[in-house]
């Protein structure tokens, strides 16, 4: 059993920065994937930045030069920094862990344990 919670998400003004982090409960494995995701309301929930056992990283192309991603496995910890945000960028963002992992996946559906989500806004 995996319990996430994810956490420092706020308001802030195009082109500022937030850094988002996610606990686990549960031990991580280095075989497990580790990925951040969001949704706005009417949409699907998408891939953003993830991490595979295999150590390869993958991003959306929208956020690529602006997010990165990295994780902790002995603190149970993931994280995103996010930089020069955009209004786009406005969604709840979610931290989600697939179990026995090798390679990553930015499939939503891939994921079992998830955060309770962060709310993210960018104003222009």
């Known amino acids: 059993q995996v319990q996430l919670v994810d956490s420092g998400g706020g308001s802030v003004q195009a082109g500022g920065a937030l850094r988002l982090s996610c606990t686990a409960s549960?031990?991580?494995?280095?075989?497990?994937?580790m990925g951040w995701f969001r949704q706005v309301p009417g949409k699907e929930r998408e891939g953003v930045a993830t991490?595979?056992?295999?150590?390869?990283?993958s991003y959306a192309d929208s956020v690529k030069g602006r997010f990165t991603i990295s994780r902790d496995n002995a603190k149970n910890t993931v994280y995103l920094q996010m930089n020069s945000l955009k209004p786009e960028d406005t969604a709840i963002y979610y931290c989600?862990?697939?179990?026995?992992?090798?390679?990553?996946?930015?499939?939503?559906?891939?994921?079992?344990?998830w955060g309770q989500g962060t709310q993210v806004t960018v104003s222009s």
């Open positions: 989600a862990v697939r179990r026995n992992c090798w390679r990553s996946t930015m499939i939503t559906g891939d994921y079992v344990f």
């Open positions: 991490t595979g056992g295999s150590g390869e990283i």
């Open positions: 549960g031990y991580i494995y280095n075989r497990d994937c």
